[in-house]
């Protein structure tokens, strides 16, 4: 029963390069997002997806770009890697909008970035 | 748009000892509530929420939140900690779309 599964765990970048984090889940969810966790500032939103082929910006969408190609995968791309960038990235799932009640986010465990 | 202020950043407390966390939000409409807790080294996990109905909700292990719409407070309590609460806890809101807004977060630290 693995939910949601991010990698990698840990990755140390220098600054212009590019990566893509991975965040698959199991559960046919339709709702995935990725968020940053910064010190004194809590989960910030970065990008979110409402299906399969369709990604919408968060709060912080500067800098990251993603994909949705497959409905239990959402990629999160830095193209060229900045300092401001490092942080713990999560990725979480959901199968209902909040509204409905049901709604849960099932987390993934994190991806910790380091850029210099 | 919906903010939320947690308003201690860390918070040490002795084994037994109650302890109360405090998170006010702002919002223009009809909000949903969140309680998340997140252990060391790991994602976060639901802790309770409040969507309608009663504005006493409780979790399994023994926290509760009092939504008060008049002072747009959602605080959590616990009447005897534990070691194993140590963690970090975050208040969230929604205002009935997909996206939740978090708070800066409280650090629990129990203390034998």
């Known amino acids: 029963n693995a939910g949601v599964t991010q990698t990698p765990k840990f990755r140390v970048l220098k600054t212009g390069q590019s990566m893509t984090l991975l965040c698959a889940q199991d559960?046919?969810?339709?709702?995935m997002y990725w968020y940053r966790q910064d010190p004194g500032m809590g989960l910030r939103l970065i990008h979110y997806s409402v299906g399969e082929g369709t990604t919408a910006k968060g709060e912080v969408p500067d800098g990251y770009n993603v994909s949705r190609l497959k409905k239990q995968n959402f990629l999160l791309g830095l193209e060229s890697a900045a300092p401001s960038q490092t942080s713990v990235y999560f990725c979480?799932?959901?199968?209902?909008?909040?509204?409905?009640?049901?709604?849960?986010?099932?987390f993934g465990a994190g991806s910790r970035l380091t850029v210099l | 748009a919906q903010s939320v202020t947690q308003l201690d950043s860390q918070v040490p407390v002795f084994e037994e000892a109650p302890v109360e966390l405090r998170c006010n939000y702002s919002s223009s409409v009809s909000v949903y509530l969140f309680w998340y807790v997140q252990y060391p080294n790991q994602g976060l996990q639901l802790l309770l929420k409040?969507?309608?109905?009663?504005?006493l909700v409780e979790s399994i292990n023994g926290f509760e939140a009092e939504f008060n719409k008049s002072q747009t407070s959602f605080h959590l309590r616990k009447p005897s900690v534990h070691i194993s609460d140590t963690a970090e806890y975050f208040c969230a809101v929604t205002s009935n779309d997909y996206k939740l807004s978090f708070g800066a977060g409280t650090t629990v630290t129990v203390r034998a």
């Open positions: 409040y969507l309608s109905g009663s504005t």
């Open positions: 979480a799932s959901s199968n209902t909008q909040v509204a409905s009640g049901a709604n849960v986010l099932t």
């Open positions: 559960m046919n969810h339709e709702y």
